[in-house]
């Protein structure tokens, strides 16, 4: 007898913590006299690559230059790493997993120091 081949399970969504850099674009609503911003972002996928696809083209969407995208993982991975997640954190993370979406938690505008004049 043979048999007959189980079905695969179906990759359950986690959610990823991402910092991503992004630079200037018209129209991409950041402060005046900013060069870009770092945003924090909690995204949904079933593996990083997807959280990370998902939000630079959610960021594109809203008009926004991302430039950079570093991964920080899982809430798993980053309590195994020794992180600290406060629970505002972990709700918005939560948020992010129920709703299926990318959550932009903070976002940190770059300035240029040159711009200072004597």
Not at 16 to 33: A, E, F, H, Q, S
Not at 72 to 85: F, I, K, M, N, Q
């Amino acid at each position: 007898m043979t048999e007959t081949p189980k079905p695969k399970a179906a990759k359950r969504q986690q959610v990823y913590t991402l910092l991503v850099d992004v630079g200037r674009k018209d129209g991409d609503g950041l402060p005046d006299g900013s060069t870009g911003a770092a945003l924090i972002c909690y995204a949904s996928g079933v593996d990083e690559a997807e959280a990370v696809r998902e939000t630079v083209a959610i960021l594109k969407q809203a008009d926004l230059a991302p430039l950079d995208v570093t991964g920080y993982g899982t809430l798993d991975e980053r309590l195994a790493e020794g992180h600290e997640v406060p629970d505002e954190e972990r709700e918005l993370m939560q948020r992010a997993l129920e709703e299926n979406a990318v959550i932009v938690a903070q976002m940190t505008p770059f300035y240029d120091g040159d711009d200072d004049e004597a």
